[in-house]
Antibody
Framework: QVQLVQSGGGVVQAGGSLRLSCTAS????????MHWVRQAPGKGLEWVAF??????????EYADSVKGRFTISRDNSKNSLSLQMNCLRTEDTAVYYC??????????????WGQGILVTVSS | QSVLTQPPSVSAAPGQAVTISCSES????????VSWYQQLPGTAPKLLIY???KRPSGIPDRFSGSKSDTSATLGITGLQSGDEADYYC???????????FGGGTKLTVL
């Protein structure tokens, strides 16, 4: 069965960096696009970043709120997805979800979700 | 950027039906598929409906989706206490290449 197992969350000071990871299993990772979605405490879902099936960074997309600070990447040889978060702000505090797209490029469909991991940015 | 608007809350009695709307401020929703997600308390969201009206394997036919030019609707029939959750609509804005979610609707089964 499809599994997305996340790691790397924690507490970091504002201005600091953190790297989230997501290890996929149960499907052919290299043939599907992936996204990160986050949810601030008590708030709704916010799309964060997208990467194509082949990891071609030319096609990465980011929400305006994280553009220039976050970088999405993938290693298809290791079935892994990452989100490098730099220059963190208190408003980046959220549960971050690794999500799978059922297509090779972005469709706006997130058919499987990781368990979520909490990132807390302190002031 | 597209903005998807949902009612903050809806409620209905067990066994009854409810609809949740998702409307867009611009006309882009007409050009993009809408999906729906259910988030039970303390859990990750789950895909309920994709491409406006398709159900993934394992989703009961009590859940349905529809879409018009500028709005989409999630329908739930035969409400059960286990349906109490937050529901989100979402789409991909293909003109801006960004993902968009509605603000979420809390369903209460009275």
């Amino acid at each position: 069965q499809v599994q997305l197992v996340q790691s790397g969350g924690g507490v970091v000071q504002a201005g600091g960096s953190l790297r989230l990871s997501c290890t996929a299993s149960g499907f052919t990772f290299s043939t599907y696009a992936m996204h990160w979605v986050r949810q601030a405490p008590g708030k709704g879902l916010e799309w964060v970043a997208f990467i194509r099936y082949d990891g071609n960074n030319e096609y990465n997309e980011y929400a305006d709120s994280v553009k220039g600070r976050f970088t999405i990447s993938r290693d298809n040889s290791k079935n892994s997805l990452s989100l490098q978060m730099n220059c963190l702000r208190t408003e980046d505090t959220a549960v971050y979800y690794c999500t799978k797209d059922p297509y090779r490029s972005a469709s706006g469909i997130y058919d499987y979700w990781g368990q979520g991991i909490l990132v807390t940015v302190s002031s | 950027q597209s903005v998807l608007t949902q009612p903050p809350s809806v409620s209905a009695a067990p066994g009854q039906a409810v609809t949740i709307s998702c409307s867009e401020s611009s006309s882009n929703i007409g050009n993009n598929y809408v999906s729906w997600y259910q988030q039970l308390p303390g859990t990750a969201p789950k895909l309920l409906i994709y491409e406006n009206n398709k159900r993934p394997s394992g989703i009961p036919d009590r859940f349905s989706g529809s879409k018009s030019d500028t709005s989409a609707t999630l329908g739930i029939t035969g409400l059960q206490s286990g349906d109490e959750a937050d529901y989100y609509c979402g789409t991909w804005d293909s003109s801006l290449n960004v993902g968009v979610f509605g603000g979420g609707t809390k369903l209460t089964v009275l």
